[in-house]
């Protein structure tokens, strides 16, 4: 019988990749498959959380219960999240959003020429900065995908972005990452203690983030 020890709680989860639009045919995107996000849903749903899952686009199909919000650029996903934060008790931001997204988004398609062509990007919001400055007693958690300097690049989003914990990926490693149905992860909390996952399966890694996110509580 699965633990229902979430019941009563909100869960928000962001999941995927974000799509930027450079055109009506052309967009810039990420290799985020949303696994580890709908990993985390499903997860949460078995254990009694009322969960809302804000996801850009993926070819998963919704973990049965959750209320699903889709969106495609970083700006929806901040609205989205603006819109949903208030009343949730626990938000996990493992989407993979996009930074910079092109300054404008050409209506007719862009024409090639013989010369380069140069994209100006300009900056997005950093959702899970700003839902740090509102944290309030809301358990924030975010994910730092990273490709070296893991744990120490890690760490400093903690304290810029005000988490309680975050979820470190190492995207180099076999099995870890983007794409794959394993991961492999450090958990490390805002009071310096650090929980290394060995390869599991994602929804074996979404429980043990769950777990940690309980304790954070209020
Ligand atoms: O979807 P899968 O194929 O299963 O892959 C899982 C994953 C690799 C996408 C996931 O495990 C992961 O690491 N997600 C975070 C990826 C990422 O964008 O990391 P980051 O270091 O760029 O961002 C750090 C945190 O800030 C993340 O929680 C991100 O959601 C958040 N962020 C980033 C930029 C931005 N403008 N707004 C944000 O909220």
Do not use: W
Not at 30 to 54: C, P, Q, W
Not at 57 to 72: D, E, H, Y
Not at 147 to 161: C, L, Y
Not at 162 to 173: G, K, M, Q, S, W
Request: glycine residues 6%; aromatic residues 4%.
């Amino acid at each position: 019988k699965p633990n229902r020890d979430l019941e009563g709680k909100k869960v928000l989860i962001t999941a995927g990749p974000t799509r930027e639009s450079l055109d009506p045919v052309r967009f810039i995107t990420n290799h985020s498959s949303g696994k580890m996000g709908y990993s985390l849903a499903e997860a949460a749903v078995e254990r009694g959380a009322d969960v809302t899952l804000i996801s850009g686009p993926t070819n998963l199909s919704p973990p049965m219960g959750v209320r699903l919000i889709k969106i495609n650029t970083t700006l929806d996903m901040y609205n989205a999240v603006m819109k949903n934060y208030i009343d949730q008790h626990i938000i996990i931001k493992s989407a993979a959003v996009a930074d910079y997204r092109p300054e404008t988004v050409s209506t007719t398609k862009i024409k090639k020429n013989e010369g380069n062509l140069t994209l100006t990007l300009v900056r997005n919001p950093d959702i899970l900065k700003e839902l740090g400055c509102l944290k309030e007693d809301r358990v924030l958690v975010g994910f730092a995908a990273e490709s070296d300097n893991v744990i120490e690049n890690a760490k400093g989003k903690i304290n810029r972005k005000n988490l309680d914990f975050i979820v470190a990926n190492d995207i180099t490693e076999e099995g870890a990452g983007f794409g794959t149905d394993t991961n492999i992860v450090n958990i490390i909390d805002k009071n310096g203690e650090i929980e290394k996952v060995e390869k599991s399966s994602k929804r074996e890694i979404a429980h043990r983030i769950l777990d940690k996110a309980k304790k954070f509580i209020k």
